[in-house]
């Protein structure tokens, strides 16, 4: 009988948690909490060339030039970092956040390996994609958002054709901020 009452509130109890974690993984799914405290922000370009510094603004201005509100500049002094290199991973972008509030800081590294053997001759816009997918996360959206409706941060969008934010990300980056 004792059995049974435990084992009954094991499986409750997981329910339980199996019904908590589909409720935050559902709130999370847009919403990532390593963004920035606001939406204006620099970046300093790190160990890439001009032409790199190229896709980095190109990428600043496709956000800027929305309806978001935010003002990403690019500065030699800042401590948020945006890099490229050529790493056996099996990502193309990545962004880390450091600290927390105002002390929040991040670095984004951009997988030139990743991108190169994936991309075809479409190099460049998946690069831009990227650039400014990871920028988005600085932004507080989440990968791989739970909607129907086009969007950058998706993994599964075509970089070739999705590499400026969408309507659907800017929206969020408004309820967010």
Request: glycine share 10%.
């Amino acid at each position: 009988m004792i059995r049974r009452s435990v084992l009954r509130g094991v499986a409750i109890g997981a329910v339980g948690l199996l019904a908590v974690g589909a409720t935050q993984q559902s709130a999370s799914a847009t919403y990532y909490d390593g963004g920035m405290p606001s939406l204006s922000f620099t970046v300093r370009p790190v160990n890439v060339n001009d032409v790199w510094i190229g896709y980095l603004d190109t990428a600043r201005g496709y956000w800027n030039a929305t309806s978001a509100g935010t003002h990403i500049t690019r500065t030699t002094t800042s401590k948020n970092t945006y890099t490229a290199g050529r790493w056996n991973y099996s990502w193309g972008g990545r962004y880390t956040p450091t600290g927390s509030g105002s002390g929040r800081t991040f670095t984004i590294e951009v997988n030139v390996q990743y991108l190169e053997a994936r991309a075809g001759s479409s190099l460049k816009t998946w690069i831009l994609s990227t650039s400014t997918h990871e920028l988005g996360h600085a932004l507080k959206l989440a990968d791989n958002p739970g909607t129907t409706r086009a969007s950058l941060m998706k993994y599964d969008r075509d970089p070739a054709k999705i590499y400026k934010p969408q309507s659907y990300d800017i929206s969020e980056v408004v309820k967010y901020s």
